[in-house]
């Protein structure tokens, strides 16, 4: 059925390119976003934003219910997402990224943010997020700046994440 993309990994340029709004979500962006999901899903991973399947417009997925456990799939498709506000407080959580493969490490990120973008159906909404779900969308959208979770790091814990990739690519582990 759905064929899937493949998942860009560290050091890929294409990480770290900003990616451009899209005009409107027609039946490409459309077929893009089920693709995605399906990527995502495949993976798997909580979400996924264009950079990472090579593509630089601003259009990232996301589904944070747990299907280990029985859950139905409630995915959320975003384009072109803004975040119009963030809260002062702010959260640590223990973040991954399906580019950086097996390395994962503690990001501060303001705790409540509310997103506004163009839906699956091209409608303007808005999704209020904290937790779990606050963290993902924020790290969908730095993707989208070609931003990184490792980026909010040291550089001596960058750079180490960055050699064990490289290391396991080596090994053929990725
Ligand atoms: O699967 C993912 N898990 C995750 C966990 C904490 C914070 C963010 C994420 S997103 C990540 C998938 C991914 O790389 N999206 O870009
Ligand atoms: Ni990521």
Do not use: W
Request: net charge negative; glycine share 4%.
């Amino acid at each position: 059925m759905s064929d899937l993309y493949e998942i860009i990994n560290v050091p890929d340029p294409v990480l770290k390119e900003t990616a451009q709004a899209v005009n409107k979500v027609d039946a490409d962006i459309q077929k893009q976003m089920d693709k995605m999901l399906a990527t995502m899903y495949e993976a798997p991973g909580i979400g996924l934003a264009a950079n990472q399947v090579n593509l630089l417009n601003r259009v990232l997925v996301m589904d944070l219910s747990r299907q280990d456990e029985g859950e139905d799939r409630s995915p959320i498709c975003m384009a072109n997402p803004e975040i119009i506000r963030e809260s002062e407080e702010l959260s640590v959580m223990e973040e991954g990224c399906l580019s950086i493969p097996r390395q994962y490490a503690d990001v501060e990120r303001p705790a409540n943010v509310r997103v506004k973008y163009l839906d699956y159906d091209g409608k303007e909404a808005e999704l209020e997020a904290s937790g779990l779900l606050s963290h993902c969308v924020q790290h969908e959208i730095d993707h989208l700046n070609g931003v990184l979770f490792i980026d909010y790091l040291s550089s001596l814990k960058r750079n180490m994440i960055l050699r064990k990739v490289d290391k396991l690519k080596k090994q053929n582990l990725i």
